[in-house]
């Protein structure tokens, strides 16, 4: 019941019986899960954080729906989605990453399905193979005077990043 800061439907593909689900996530530190095919009832409630949650995505890899949450604890955790049968959630943490410095503000996945992008305090884009969730490279350190990252979106063919920062430019960076 505090604000939500970040909501994302995941996408099972075409060929699955896999429900569509609706992850929301917010101040209150907990991630809900709700299922869109039985008209949007609550299926799960996950409370891993410290503190506020600010980003969810929902991502599909190696055969299996990935939920990613990332906070203002410092940490990005990766989450495996089973549904057997469809409908019934497992949901299983596979890896968590914590930052060295300050707080993940946000993280998109690329079309691929391969790596996330994470941004935050540390004015760097950490680049994460989905499946592992290991560090597959850190790139364009931002210069010291330049703002925090806030925001991080991947373009739909998977050239570019785009961060918006606290001292309010966008920046183009090649993926």
Excluded: W
């Excluded at 299926?43 to 990613?68: E, V």
């Amino acid at each position: 019941e505090t604000e939500v800061l970040s909501i994302d439907y995941s996408t099972p593909s075409p060929s699955s019986s896999e429900h569509i689900l609706l992850g929301t996530a917010g101040r209150d530190r907990l991630v809900h899960v709700f299922d869109v095919n039985r008209d949007y009832t609550l299926a799960q409630t996950l409370d891993d954080h410290s503190a506020s949650i600010t980003a969810l995505k929902f991502a599909a890899s190696g055969g299996s729906t990935k939920l990613l949450t990332c906070s203002a604890d410092k940490s990005l955790h990766f989450r495996t989605v089973k549904q057997d049968p469809p409908g019934v959630l497992s949901i299983r943490k596979y890896h968590s990453n914590i930052a060295p410095y300050g707080t993940l503000f946000d993280m998109d996945v690329d079309r691929a399905q391969k790596y996330v992008v994470t941004a935050g305090q540390d004015k760097k884009l950490n680049i994460l193979a989905l499946q592992t969730g290991k560090v597959a490279r850190t790139a364009h350190k931002v210069d010291s005077d330049a703002g925090e990252i806030l925001r991080v979106q991947l373009d739909p063919v998977g050239l570019y990043v785009v961060t918006a920062s606290t001292d309010k430019t966008l920046r183009l960076y090649d993926f």
